[in-house]
């Protein structure tokens, strides 16, 4: 068998039994509100902050 090949017949028919009760219900917490946030940092400083972060990737 090459890289990345498999047996098809293992593929087939995979009955696996799950237990639900331990999952996370996604739904449960959603929230149809708003959000903000009050901040002293003037925004030309924030875009200065950005734009020293977006340096730092590109080296």
């Known amino acids: 068998m090459g ?3 498999y047996d098809e017949s293992e593929q087939q028919d995979q009955d696996v039994e799950t237990d639900d009760s331990d ?3 996604v739904h449960e917490t959603d929230h ?3 959000m903000s946030f009050e901040s002293d940092t003037d925004t ?3 875009i200065d902050r950005l734009a ?3 340096d730092d990737e590109d080296a």
């Open 52 to 54: 020293e972060m977006k």
């Open 3 to 5: 890289f990345g090949s």
């Open 23 to 25: 999952s996370v219900a």
């Open 32 to 34: 149809d509100g708003e």
């Open 44 to 46: 030309d400083d924030l």
